[in-house]
Every structure is written in structure tokens, then in C-alpha cells.
């Protein structure tokens, strides 16, 4: 009990204390100015350290909160830059593949005018339309008034001609299949000679003619529009070898194609010409 007492009296007095002590700062505060600086070196000496020195560990985790934040987005700004870097990179490339078959088929539709006052460029759709001779397809057809016979060359020279026709694609026999035949001429000289495939997919040949033909290497072959299947003066090739056979009384003539023919991607379609009768495979 007497523990009790002295404990409640010591609290009372110290209470007591504190309020003079708060009544008297009250007074002096409103009768003197000294006691605001007295206020504010109290704030700045004891307050604000304490404060600073409460707030450090709360300042140091939000920091770090924000720093992982700005890492995280930092990472992912960059995973989208990276993406549509890649991205403008394919674009790029497909820009300049336009702009190149652009240039290309300017250059052919300029070339083929030569041969041809109207023409269709045409894209190859498949190299191996026939599984034993070398015919091809092409991406137009009867919906675009393609015609069997009709003539597809380069910008160099003679390619094939069309021998089947559907709605939208055609297919087409090459002038380096063997078994099949072109007209033509020499023009140097006039002479009439037929050119034929070669197994070998590089070549034409002219298998017998006559021994004393007058036919040098360097020659221009073109079409010779003889047996109205391909329009006169097409550009075949030019004459690489001749081989004179004298038991047998021929002489057989190696071509070398203006036109890589079977590796072509566009072809030519020309429409001032049509064949009188129809071509079979």
C-alpha cells in the first residue's frame, strides 16, 4: 500500500511538473520571439536527426523497391525494343526484295517491248510440272486469255511456249526439253535449221546438219517463224561448237541459250503472235 502511494505521488508530482512546465513555455512563447529560435535549434539539433534517422530504413526499402521496379521495366522496354528491332529488320529486308523485283521487272517489261508491243509478266510456280520432261507452270491461265501455243520468252531471248491451259495457270514446255522442236535461222547467213533439247539442261543442239551448212561458232540462232509455231526473230542463242561428222554426212551444231531457261522465276507472255494450230505435249 505505502509502494502504491509513494508511486502515485511521484507520478502526480511529476504531472504537475509538466503542465507548469507547458503553461510556461505557452506564456513565454507568446510574450517573447526567443523562444521560436529556441524551438527551431531544438528541431534542427535533436527533432530532425531523430526523424532522418527513423525515416532511414523506410527511405532504403522504397528505394529498393523502385530500383527492382525500374529494372524490371528497364528489362521489359527492352525486350520490346528488341522485338520490333527485329521486326524493322525483316521489314527492311522485305523493302529491299520489293524494291529489287521492282527494278527486275521494270527491266524485263522494258526488254520484252523490243520483241513484243503487248506482254504479261508471269511468275514460275513450279519446275517440275512433269515428272519426265521439262515443263513448267506459270501463275496465269484461260481467266487471263492465255492461249495454247503461245510464246514465253526473257529478257534475252526464246524460253518455251504454253502447251496446257486451266482457269488460273498454265503449263509450259521448254525450249531445252529433248523432245521438243524449234524452228529457226542462222542469221548471218539465213539458213534453216531446227534446234532441239539437250539432256543436258544447259544446251541446245541441232542434230544433222547438212555437212557443209555454213554455220560458225558465234552465230546468232532466232526463231525462223516457219511452221507458224513461234514468232519470227526470237532470240535463241548463240552457237558454241560444231562438229562435222563425215561418214555419216552430217554435221551436229551445240547452242548455248541466251536464257537460263529452267532457272527463270518470271517468264514473259507475248500476245502480237498466235500460233495457227495447237501445240501437244
Same mark, same amino acid.
Given at each position: 500500500?505505502?509502494r502504491f /502511494? #509513494?508511486k502515485?505521488?511521484a507520478d502526480? +508530482?511529476?504531472?504537475?511538473?509538466?503542465?507548469?512546465?507547458s503553461?510556461s513555455? $505557452?506564456?513565454l512563447?507568446?510574450? /517573447?520571439n526567443?523562444?521560436?529560435?529556441i524551438r527551431?535549434?531544438?528541431?534542427d539539433l535533436?527533432?530532425?536527426p531523430?526523424?532522418?534517422?527513423?525515416?532511414?530504413p523506410?527511405?532504403f526499402?522504397?528505394?529498393?523497391?523502385?530500383?527492382s521496379?525500374?529494372?524490371?521495366?528497364?528489362?521489359l522496354e527492352? !525486350?520490346v525494343?528488341e522485338? *520490333? %528491332?527485329? +521486326?524493322?529488320?525483316?521489314?527492311l529486308? *522485305?523493302?529491299?526484295s520489293?524494291?529489287? !523485283?521492282?527494278?527486275?521487272l521494270r527491266?524485263?517489261?522494258?526488254?520484252?517491248? $523490243?520483241?513484243? #508491243?503487248?506482254?504479261?509478266?508471269?511468275k514460275?510456280i513450279?519446275?517440275?510440272?512433269?515428272? %519426265? #520432261? @521439262?515443263?513448267?507452270?506459270?501463275?496465269?491461265? *484461260?481467266?487471263?486469255?492465255? +492461249?495454247?501455243?503461245?510464246n514465253?520468252?526473257? $529478257?534475252?531471248g526464246?524460253?518455251?511456249?504454253?502447251?496446257?491451259?486451266?482457269f488460273?495457270?498454265?503449263?509450259v514446255?521448254?525450249?531445252?526439253?529433248?523432245t521438243?522442236?524449234?524452228?529457226?535461222v542462222v542469221?548471218r547467213?539465213?539458213a534453216?535449221?531446227?534446234?532441239?533439247g539437250?539432256t %543436258?539442261s544447259g544446251?541446245?543442239?541441232?542434230? +544433222?546438219? !547438212?555437212?557443209?551448212?555454213?554455220v560458225?561458232v558465234?552465230?546468232?540462232?532466232s526463231?525462223?517463224?516457219?511452221?507458224?509455231?513461234?514468232k519470227?526473230k526470237?532470240?535463241?542463242?548463240?552457237v558454241?561448237?560444231?562438229?562435222? %561428222? @563425215?561418214?555419216?554426212e552430217?554435221? *551436229?551444231i551445240? $547452242?548455248?541459250?541466251f536464257? #537460263?531457261?529452267g532457272?527463270?522465276?518470271?517468264?514473259?507472255l507475248i500476245w502480237d503472235y498466235k500460233?495457227?494450230d495447237?501445240?501437244?505435249?
Open positions: 500500500m505505502e /502511494y #509513494k502515485s505521488t502526480f +508530482y511529476t504531472l504537475i511538473f509538466l503542465l507548469s512546465l503553461v513555455t $505557452i506564456v512563447d507568446y510574450k /517573447y526567443q523562444i521560436t529560435y527551431s535549434v531544438i528541431n535533436i527533432v530532425y531523430i526523424d532522418r534517422l527513423s525515416n532511414l523506410r527511405s526499402i522504397n528505394q529498393l523497391i523502385e530500383e521496379n525500374s529494372i524490371k521495366n528497364l528489362e527492352l !525486350e525494343l522485338k *520490333e %528491332n527485329i +521486326y524493322l529488320k525483316i521489314k529486308q *522485305e523493302l529491299n520489293l524494291r529489287d !523485283e521492282n527494278i527486275r527491266k524485263i517489261s522494258k526488254a520484252s517491248t $523490243i520483241t513484243s #508491243k503487248k506482254q504479261t509478266i508471269v514460275v513450279s519446275n517440275t510440272a512433269s515428272p %519426265n #520432261k @521439262r515443263i513448267v507452270s506459270i501463275d496465269k491461265g *484461260e481467266k487471263y486469255g492465255v +492461249y495454247i501455243g503461245q514465253l520468252i526473257g $529478257i534475252n526464246l524460253v518455251g511456249q504454253v502447251i496446257e491451259t486451266a488460273v495457270s498454265s503449263k514446255i521448254l525450249i531445252t526439253e529433248p521438243h522442236t524449234v524452228p529457226a542469221d547467213t539465213g534453216n535449221i531446227l534446234v532441239i539437250h %543436258n544446251k541446245l543442239v541441232v542434230p +544433222y546438219a !547438212e555437212m557443209g551448212i555454213d560458225v558465234g552465230d546468232v540462232i526463231t525462223s517463224g516457219l511452221a507458224n509455231r513461234f519470227a526470237i532470240p535463241i542463242g548463240k558454241v561448237k560444231k562438229t562435222s %561428222n @563425215r561418214d555419216k552430217f554435221s *551436229e551445240e $547452242i548455248e541459250p536464257e #537460263k531457261v532457272e527463270m522465276s518470271e517468264l514473259i500460233p495457227k495447237e501445240i501437244n505435249e
